[in-house]
């Protein structure tokens, strides 16, 4: 029997108890005027920039979907019917995929990642399990622009699927009619941020009342996209649980350099103001894949909050998001690079580390969204924006294609398809283009996570997962 082992694989995160694959969805993708044509751009109405015109505005890092990039596109995104029609078309192709990969690829990942026989048998019982089911994410720079944001929920929750929404937040301040309809259909989980403010302004703005938080929101200047969706993620956390909304609050809160030194802080705090919710530690990421957004300076401090991670997972430390395969991905490349710092900091940073064109069956976190084709068309003409298989950190990887209604195909796609995909960008072109990142909902479990893994790190990887976990 492998009861003991799926146990503890679903307890430390390594797979997730309700889930088996999931969509991450970018549903703000609009159509931007660029030299011989339009291209996908990911728009946000906030502006998450460390300075414009010259002039600081306060935030610690730069966002590529900040309004001041847009260069004043219009903000016409793809409608309802078509952004549902694109999610249930890979959900129901994820099942055709976890088929496709059990079959023909999953002996293969055994014996590369040396997975023991009662291990694999936990691994492949847990996923195929017909409780579980698929995940997804409403993303994008702010999904909540979208008129039919609560629609689209709705329509996803009626699919069956699980539903996260992650958003800044400032429409539950702005539109009482989305409130109530949120109220009345609410996805599963809320995912607000919180990464630039400190934990004392964190306090002194948690203890404001509702429309003491909206007057001092209106001060913030539209270039300090940090601090405006600061407030109004507190303003939504709190406003849904004064009504007693059932769900899942999650405080995503980016780990960089200017918060390192006061993240635990930060994190209790945060989950004490808004008592019930969680916090969502993970790394910074550097958008243009070449400059790491880490310092040598700040890596010890990082290493000692992941194997803090690690060791609050394995004991059951309450309020430590588990996900022991990430942490251990991480940790493994702190002892991989111990002496090559720069090597160290560019993989926390996203570059040349986790990789779902690599092997058959990561790519099992689906993203829709961008890709980066010029399209020589008259405005009016132009398709609907978004829809394509791809990766948003990744945008040369989105496909050319929209998402079709073949579910074979799209299965296909999701587990072989991606690997060719990063073969051709990587061998076809003259420039070298990334296809790496570390964001931990797409490494999403132990599958997915070690099947991602630069070859390099594969055995210093597998040795510390053998020392956390016993396999
Ligand atoms: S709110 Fe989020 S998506 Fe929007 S600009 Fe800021 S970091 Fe980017």
């Given at each position: 029997m492998n009861t003991t082992e799926r146990e503890f694989l679903v307890r430390t995160g390594m797979l997730n108890a309700n889930v088996y694959a999931g969509i991450q969805s970018d549903d703000c993708v609009v159509w931007k005027r660029v030299p011989g044509g339009y291209q996908n751009f990911s728009l946000c109405n906030h502006s998450c920039v460390k300075d414009v015109g010259g002039k600081a505005t306060g935030g610690n890092y730069v966002c590529d979907a900040s309004f001041v990039f847009a260069e004043k596109s219009p903000a016409r995104f793809a409608p309802r019917e078509a952004i549902v029609k694109w999610t249930r078309n890979v959900a129901r192709a994820h099942a055709v995929a976890r088929e496709i990969f059990f079959v023909q690829h999953f002996n293969a990942y055994c014996e590369e990642f040396r997975i023991p026989a009662g291990w694999a048998d936990a691994i492949k019982t847990e996923l195929n399990s017909p409780d579980k089911k698929v995940e997804v994410n409403r993303f994008g720079g702010s999904p909540e622009m979208l008129r039919e944001c609560s629609g689209i929920i709705a329509d996803c929750k009626a699919e069956g699927l699980i539903v996260n929404l992650t958003t800044p937040g400032r429409r539950f301040m702005s539109d009482s009619q989305f409130v109530s309809d949120i109220a009345a259909n609410p996805p599963q989980m809320l995912a607000l941020s919180f990464d630039d403010v400190g934990p004392e302004e964190l306090k002194r703005i948690a203890a404001m009342d509702l429309e003491q938080i909206k007057a001092e929101w209106r001060t913030i200047s539209p270039h300090h996209g940090q601090r405006q969706k600061a407030y109004e993620g507190l303003y939504a956390a709190k406003l849904m649980r004064q009504m007693n909304v059932s769900m899942k609050i999650l405080f995503n809160v980016v780990i960089h350099p200017g918060n390192i030194g006061h993240l635990d802080d930060l994190l209790a705090t945060l989950t004490e103001c808004v008592p019930g919710s969680f916090a969502n530690p993970y790394p910074a990421q550097s958008f243009d894949n070449e400059t790491s957004c880490w310092t040598l300076e700040s890596l010890p401090a990082l290493r000692a909050h992941i194997r803090r991670f690690i060791e609050g997972t394995l004991a059951g430390t309450p309020g430590i998001t588990r996900r022991l395969a990430y942490y251990i991905a991480l940790e493994s490349a702190c002892r991989r690079w111990s002496s090559a710092q720069e090597r160290l900091a560019a993989f926390m940073s996203g570059i040349g580390a986790w990789d779902f064109t690599l092997r058959s069956g990561a790519y099992r976190y689906a993203q829709i969204g961008k890709n980066m084709d010029i399209v020589e068309l008259p405005f009016g003409n132009l398709p609907f924006p978004g829809g394509h298989l791809g990766c948003f950190w990744n945008?040369?990887?989105?496909?050319?294609?929209h998402i079709n209604g073949n579910t074979e195909e799209i299965g296909e796609t999701l587990v072989t398809g991606m690997v060719k995909r990063g073969e051709e960008l990587r061998k076809g072109k003259l420039v070298y283009v990334q296809t790496s990142n570390i964001m931990p909902r797409l490494m999403f479990d132990v599958l997915s996570t070690e099947l991602g893994l630069p070859r390099t790190l594969v055995p210093v990887y597998i040795r510390t997962r053998e020392e956390y976990c016993g396999f």
């Open positions: 945008p040369a990887i989105g496909l050319r294609q």
